[in-house]
């Protein structure tokens, strides 16, 4: 998937402009985007705060790590099945 050229404090800043009663067509001329793209931005980041941004991508990389930490816990409880079935 391309990187976008915009960052997303970038992104919630354009989709204010908007709010606040720019026109999508001359905010996309502005911008060099697409208004497909814009409206992309919108359905993803409408309502969103630069704040309230980062606490849900600390929460995404909090819940990333107790997927993994699960995961480990899961493969060794099985592990330890394995093993004490073995022995009986």
Known sequence: ???????????????????????????????????????????????????QLKRVKELEAEVSQYKKLVAELTLDNRILKDLNSKKF
């Open 1 to 51: 998937m391309k990187k976008s050229k915009f960052t997303e404090s970038q992104i919630i800043g354009i989709l204010k402009e908007q709010e606040q009663g720019k026109k999508v067509s001359d905010l996309c001329r502005e911008y060099g985007i697409s208004q497909p793209t814009f409206y992309q931005w919108k359905s993803k980041y409408s309502g969103l705060d630069v704040n």
